[in-house]
């Protein structure tokens, strides 16, 4: 393979994913076929395929690659590295790549909120997060008491967070601090679930806290604030 291939390989795979996302929001989703995506990307069908398995695939096309590096953090973390500081690492920096992507990442989350298809491929997308993410934590603290609860609870913490810092900031067309909400939340998150259940006997004081489904993060988090203070 020459040095030039991957650069070319990555060239196509964005022209489909541009030309996909160009007449999808032209024409709708079901009405464009991926013979006419690929005739605007400038290949062929079975060019197409070779990148994409299928039409829906093609608005998502770093996922993989997305999912392999978060797999990498949780690799080459260090032992003594708190699991939840390196989960919420791994997840800044999926979000991260959301970010270099520019007007593509706000032009798919359009797309997923205007065709159903679309968005059950993102949500789908979004639980393969969670799921890599539970799992590094059940691997760190499975068998202690309470372990895999404390890790199911902490990885859908940190999944939401992100979820909804990017989902704001796509809402707002690219615009807002995302990065610095995002630290923050996840911040709060290693604060006031940092140590596992198990471990919560160790500690002076423990705060639980209830919240309302669908309350903003801000509310969340200063109601956490409030609590901590006390």
């Not at 999926?94 to 059950?120: K, N």
């Not at 990017?166 to 140590?195: C, H, M, N, P, S």
């Amino acid at each position: 393979m020459t040095s030039g291939a991957p650069d070319r390989r990555k060239r196509v795979r964005d022209a489909l994913t541009a030309a996909a996302i160009d007449l999808f929001l032209t024409k709708g989703y079901e009405e464009t076929t991926v013979d006419e995506i690929a005739a605007a990307a400038g290949v062929g069908r079975r060019t197409f395929f070779r990148y994409f398995p299928s039409k829906e695939d093609v608005i998502f096309p770093d996922h993989e690659a997305r999912l392999l590096r978060v797999a990498e953090v949780f690799a080459s973390a260090p032992h003594d590295e708190p699991p939840l500081a390196v989960a919420c690492r791994a997840v800044h920096g999926v979000l991260e790549a959301y970010l270099a992507e520019g007007v593509i990442a706000v032009r798919r989350y359009r797309l997923t909120r205007d065709f159903p298809q679309l968005r059950s491929r993102e949500i789908a997308s979004a639980h393969s997060y969670h799921i890599a993410v539970t799992r590094y934590l059940v691997d760190r603290v499975g068998d202690e008491p309470d372990g895999a609860l404390w890790a199911e609870v902490a990885g859908s913490a940190v999944v939401a967070a992100h979820n909804h810092v990017l989902r704001q900031y796509l809402k707002a067309g690219g615009t807002g601090d995302v990065l610095g909400k995002a630290d923050r939340a996840f911040r709060y998150i290693r604060e006031t679930l940092g140590v596992t259940a198990a471990r919560a006997d160790d500690v002076d004081d423990v705060v639980v806290a209830v919240m309302r489904r669908g309350m903003p993060l801000a509310n969340v988090m200063s109601r956490i604030e409030d609590a901590l203070e006390r």
